[in-house]
Nanobody, 111 residues
């Protein structure tokens, strides 16, 4: 059984940084994607970054390119130069044979 547990969220001032972690267990597919998404109140879930195990490529959404960095294994998300509009619940996602989600971690960017 795949389990994902995010941590590292919190309250940070604009311009600050956070590092999110995804503790993963039960991963069951050699070829998979691990990525990070977020969902702000009243908005759809947004894909931010992902890492592919098959070709070792990393992908970023335009909204976070240059500010966020996903680790090669996809289990960490370094977020720099945070803005108030980055406030959301952040989720780790594993997609192998099927997709799995963690429970999310709240990130609040506010002065």
């Amino acid at each position: 059984q795949v389990q994902l547990v995010e941590s590292g969220g919190g309250l940070v001032q604009p311009g600050g940084s956070l590092r999110l972690s995804c503790a993963a267990s039960g991963l069951n597919s050699e070829y998979h994607y691990i990525g990070w998404f977020r969902q702000a109140p009243g908005k759809e879930r947004e894909g931010l970054a992902c890492s592919s195990s098959s070709n070792s490529r990393i992908y970023y959404a335009d909204s976070v390119k240059g500010r966020f960095t996903i680790s090669r294994n996809g289990l960490y998300l370094q977020m720099n130069m945070l803005k108030p509009e980055d406030t959301a619940v952040y989720y780790c996602n594993y997609f192998g044979v099927r997709g799995y989600w963690g429970q999310g971690t709240q990130v609040t960017v506010s002065s």
